[in-house]
């Protein structure tokens, strides 16, 4: 029997999922990061306008800038990522749909 191999496989894949090269407008990478929020949204407000008015922004402005536009409507400090910070801030919030308005209102489209 031959064990040199055996616990080498497993490194080797994994590397190559950096998507894209992000020179195209919307890179895949925010797409996936869209992904994750549309995740995220459905599994703590399904039936919030908040949750698809974010979807349709991220998909057409990318996710920094949805979230950006989110985080300084509540008022977080701003990483343009989905935080600790945001989760909190959006679980407080019980006021989702003028947050899906203000949102609309505040992401500038290209």
């Avoid at 497993?10 to 895949?28: F, K, L, M, R």
């Avoid at 920094?64 to 919030?93: H, I, K, R, S, Y």
């Amino acid at each position: 029997m031959q064990f040199v191999s055996a616990g080498r496989h497993g490194h080797g894949h994994g590397h190559g999922h950096g998507h894209g090269h992000g020179h195209h407008g919307h890179g895949g990478s925010s797409n996936s990061q869209c992904y994750q929020a549309q995740q995220f949204f459905n599994q703590w407000w399904p039936q919030s306008v908040l949750t698809s008015v974010f979807q349709t922004l991220c998909y057409r402005v990318g996710a920094t800038q949805a979230w950006t536009t989110l985080q300084g409507l509540l008022g977080v400090p701003v990483t343009g990522t989905l935080d600790q910070a945001t989760f909190q801030a959006l679980l407080n919030n019980n006021n989702h749909a003028l947050l899906a308005q203000q949102l609309l209102a505040g992401v500038t489209t290209p």
